[in-house]
T-cell receptor
């Protein structure tokens, strides 16, 4: 079984500052990793995913994440945030058996301060 | 309408009521999902349907009853719910089930409050 830990439930950041949202996972098998974003009053939207290959993954809206197997982490970063990035961000993991069962973290609420 | 739509967006019901949540996808997908999103808890997968057949039921209480009449529609029938069932219920769809690289597209959710 897998689990996901998002240590920060809330992250306030000034506009145009960089941000890192942390995600750690545990699993006894190889995994696939995902970041989803949920804007207010909307469903979840896929930001980026790591399936294999390069450990640095680029996603939409200028976000990127780096898979670190030794530290079992998949932190999300953006060099300069905008007001429109205010949302809840969810990290998710799946085993690599090729099914769609995602295990989600509890989410990190990113608030951008003007 | 585009993407995944859900109705109603908000629902308040008593413990003895019977109600249904509706989800419709306009993406031509073959798989549909129900998730439960509770405050301070991880998102929980409840049911998965592939080509209108239920392929996953994650130990969900029988007071939740899903129905998938065709690949575009998914319902969640509710009866004799408990206050702890209050949550945001999200519907999602994907090209096909059984493949993790199939992106799931989510609807905006139904905010359910059980009194």
């Amino acid at each position: 079984a897998q689990s996901v830990t998002q240590l920060d439930s809330q992250v306030p950041v000034f506009e145009e500052a960089p941000v890192e949202l942390r995600c750690n996972y545990s699993s006894s098998v190889s995994v696939y990793l995902f970041w989803y974003v949920q804007y207010p009053n909307q469903g979840l939207q896929l930001l980026l995913k790591y399936l294999s290959g390069s450990t640095l993954v680029k996603g939409i809206n200028g976000f990127e994440a780096e898979f670190n197997k030794s530290q079992t982490s998949f932190h999300l970063r953006k060099p300069s945030v905008h007001i429109s990035d205010t949302a809840e961000y969810f990290c998710a993991v799946s085993d690599n058996f090729g099914n769609e069962k995602l295990t989600f973290g509890t989410g990190t609420r990113l608030t951008i301060i003007p | 309408e585009t993407g995944v739509t859900q109705t109603p967006r908000h629902l308040v019901m008593g413990m003895t009521n019977k109600k249904s949540l509706k989800c419709e996808q306009h993406l031509g997908h073959n798989a549909m999902y129900w998730y439960k999103q509770s405050a301070k808890k991880p998102l929980e997968l409840m049911f998965v349907y592939s080509l209108e057949e239920r392929v996953e039921n994650n130990s969900v209480p029988s007071r939740f009853s899903p129905e998938c009449p065709n690949s575009s529609h998914l319902f969640l029938h509710l009866h004799t719910l408990q206050p702890e069932d209050s949550a945001l219920y999200l519907c999602a769809s994907s090209q096909a089930s059984g493949r993790i690289d199939n992106e799931q597209f989510f609807g905006p959710g139904t905010r359910l409050t059980v009194l």
